[in-house]
């Protein structure tokens, strides 16, 4: 093993650098991740059948009872947040030379098509559980506990993943004439 180098120093200062940046991106512009997340469910949950949603901003109302209700994809609730410790992990991780970019990209976008789809199952679970016991019953059980329960099965799901991607060893195997 060789020792670090200023060059590996700056690469890895440079990879830390992308993917700080990234993450403060994403919590700049969280709210356009909500709202793109409400339209998103809207259009998911309204497909199903489950019942004819709208987005309104970060917001997804849907009529129940002769009245219109919904939830606001709050900062709390949005994606935004979870996505940023991929970005800069990964990044650091090309930045030191542990993992290639390619393998790094990879695990990223599946980390992100996870974590999204995760939530997006959490949002209808709210949408489904307010059809079921009403607005207020419906909202506070599908919030609390089966959404978080949805959130912390999917997020472990998809760190070990994640961990699993960026850490498994690529083989190299000897060419069959060379015995």
């Not at 790094?104 to 996870?114: G, P, R």
């Not at 209808?124 to 307010?130: E, F, G, I, K």
């Not at 190299?172 to 004439?177: F, L, S, V």
Request: proline letters at 3%; one cysteine or more; glycine letters at 8%.
């Amino acid at each position: 093993m060789s020792r670090p180098t200023l060059l590996s120093w700056v690469q890895a200062a440079l990879g830390a650098l992308c993917g700080v940046a990234l993450g403060a991106l994403l919590l700049r512009r969280w709210h356009d991740v909500a709202v793109a997340e409400a339209w998103l469910n809207a259009r998911l949950v309204s497909a199903t059948g489950l019942a004819d949603t709208n987005s309104v901003g970060a917001a997804v109302v849907f009529r129940l009872d002769e009245r219109w209700v919904g939830f606001l994809v709050s900062t709390g609730c949005s994606v935004a947040m979870l996505l940023i410790p991929p970005f800069v992990l990964a990044a650091l991780l090309v930045g030191f030379r542990r993992v290639t970019f390619p393998r790094a990209v990879t695990a990223v976008a599946l980390a992100v098509a996870l974590l999204v789809t995760i939530n997006q199952l959490r949002f209808a679970s709210v949408v489904l559980a307010m059809r079921t016991w009403g607005f207020e019953v419906g909202y506070q059980r599908s919030h609390v506990l089966i959404g978080s329960a949805i959130s912390t099965l999917g997020l472990i799901a998809v760190a070990i993943l994640f961990l699993m991607l960026v850490g498994r060893r690529t083989v190299r195997r000897r060419p069959r004439d060379a015995r």
